[in-house]
């Protein structure tokens, strides 16, 4: 595992690639991959929906030590830099604002994501507080069904239902 990378986005040793560069389309990366400075034999695709595989067969002995003086990222164009000197956002009240670094968008956006956090939490507390209420009543119906405190035999859905909000 390099570092910087999380388990699942990680390059493959050998030639075997399975993480794009960022900001890369599919049909972008395959170009690349059949760009001048490897010349490949075969380039079989293994990609699923939550990750990308290339496996690729180089045609020959130069191609091979091409990659091995390069290296795998820098022989199959992997890695790629994109400016930041350009960062025009919107910012948590929903205005346009310019950026001078990432730093900046963390410490403006960190206490949103936060803010938002609680009220996520808040959501879920409400959410499963109604579901045990729910469940808590279905079994308080059910012993009192299996005590014999509410019979059901000879009466009215009408009288069912007062009965039942009386208990």
Do not use: W
């Not at 346009?96 to 808040?122: G, P, T, W």
């Amino acid at each position: 595992l390099q570092p910087g990378l999380s388990k699942r986005r990680t390059l493959c040793a050998g030639s075997e690639p399975s993480t794009p560069p960022a900001a890369a389309s599919g049909e972008k990366d395959k170009e690349k991959k059949k760009g001048p400075a490897v010349k490949l034999g075969d380039l079989k695709e293994y990609h699923t929906e939550h990750s990308v595989h290339f496996k690729c067969t180089l045609q020959n002995e130069a191609a091979k030590s091409v990659v091995d003086s390069l290296g795998l990222e820098k022989a199959f164009k992997l890695r790629s830099a994109f400016s930041t000197t350009n960062m025009v956002l919107f910012d948590r009240n929903g205005k346009i604002r310019r950026y001078d670094s990432v730093l900046d968008i963390i410490k403006d956006f960190a206490d949103l994501r936060l803010d938002m956090y609680v009220l996520r939490k808040e959501s879920l507390i409400a959410k499963l507080t109604k579901e045990i209420l729910i469940l808590s009543n279905k079994c308080r119906f059910v012993t009192m069904v299996v005590n014999g405190e509410i019979v059901f035999q000879k009466k009215k859905i009408v009288q069912l239902m007062e009965e039942l909000k009386r208990k």
